[in-house]
């Protein structure tokens, strides 16, 4: 692991307090979605159940409003959510920056998982990206490969709407964390929304698919976890 290259054993707050104002590019913040259940997988488990929604939004907003002055005036930060909160987590972010600094809603669509007969299949999660100033934020457009026939086997600008499938049982990228995000997503994000070289910060890392990505990308991953299983998986990923 690079020298520069941390994940610890910490809760968001406290990770997020121990940074100098104004040192970190890029925040991705992979929380849990408040789904009232806990979330385990072969190698984790973690508690994913809040009182209320409100009560998950005040645990969120503390957190960011240590986070937010962090951040450089080039920043910006993805908060990735689910339906449960995504349009309470825009009204805050709206609160704490202001309705100007936000970017993009973007929806990361993925294919796998069950469909009910009372309601469309989601298939969907929400990651809300803001700037910190919306005239000097970074971001290199990622390119995608194009589906319209005209375009055929050429490039294009990536949409609001990101395709990248979800880890199948049987990837080789998957660990055993729950709910571990895939690595070319994660990917896609930090490229787009961080320079070279730049900090980011994952205060949830999970099992560290964000460091990685970051480390892949020659930028300085910073990774926090409450859960002592996740940091030693992400610690692991990074070494390897
Ligand atoms: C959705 S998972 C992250 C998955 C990760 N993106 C990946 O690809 O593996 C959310 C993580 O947040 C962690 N977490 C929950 N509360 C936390 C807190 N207060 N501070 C830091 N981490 C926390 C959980 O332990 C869990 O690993």
Same mark, same amino acid.
Do not use: H
């Given at each position: 692991m690079p020298e520069s290259a941390r994940?610890?054993?910490?809760?968001?707050?406290? +990770? @997020?307090?121990?940074?100098?104002?104004?040192? !970190?590019?890029?925040?991705?913040?992979?929380?849990?979605?408040?789904? /009232?259940?806990s979330q385990v997988a072969a190698s984790g488990s973690y508690q994913d159940a809040w009182p209320s929604t409100d009560a998950w939004v005040d645990w969120l907003r503390e957190r960011l409003e240590v986070t937010i002055p962090k951040l450089k005036p080039t920043g910006s930060m993805l908060i990735h959510v689910d339906w449960r909160t995504s349009h309470r987590v825009r009204v805050l972010l709206d609160e704490l920056l202001g309705e100007d600094r936000f970017v993009n809603h973007l929806i990361w669509r993925y294919g796998l998982g069950g469909s009910s007969p009372r309601r469309f299949a989601r298939k969907h999660d929400d990651i809300l990206f803001y700037s910190i100033d &919306?005239?000097?934020?970074?971001?290199? &457009?990622?390119?995608?490969? @194009?589906?319209?026939?005209r375009m055929k086997g050429q490039m294009k600008k990536a949409?609001?709407?990101?395709?990248? &499938?979800?880890?199948?049982?049987?990837?080789?990228?998957?660990?055993?964390?729950?709910?571990?995000?895939?690595?070319?997503?994660?990917e896609l994000l930090v490229g787009a929304c961080c320079p070279a070289g730049g900090v980011v910060f994952d205060p949830c890392c999970g099992s560290g698919?964000?460091?990685? @990505? #970051?480390? +892949?990308?020659?930028?300085?991953? !910073? /990774?926090?976890?409450?859960? &002592?299983?996740?940091? @030693? !998986? #992400?610690?692991? +990923?990074?070494? /390897?």
């Open positions: 994940v610890s054993n910490e809760d968001w707050l406290v +990770r @997020a307090d121990r940074f100098d104002d104004e040192t !970190i590019d890029l925040l991705y913040a992979d929380p849990p979605f408040n789904t /009232g259940k &919306p005239d000097r934020y970074y971001f290199e &457009p990622p390119m995608v490969p @194009a589906t319209s026939n949409t609001d709407v990101l395709d990248v &499938p979800t880890l199948n049982n049987m990837a080789d990228e998957r660990v055993g964390y729950p709910t571990q995000k895939p690595l070319a997503l994660l698919t964000t460091l990685v @990505a #970051a480390q +892949r990308l020659n930028r300085t991953p !910073i /990774g926090c976890d409450l859960n &002592p299983e996740a940091v @030693a !998986i #992400a610690r692991a +990923r990074l070494q /390897g």
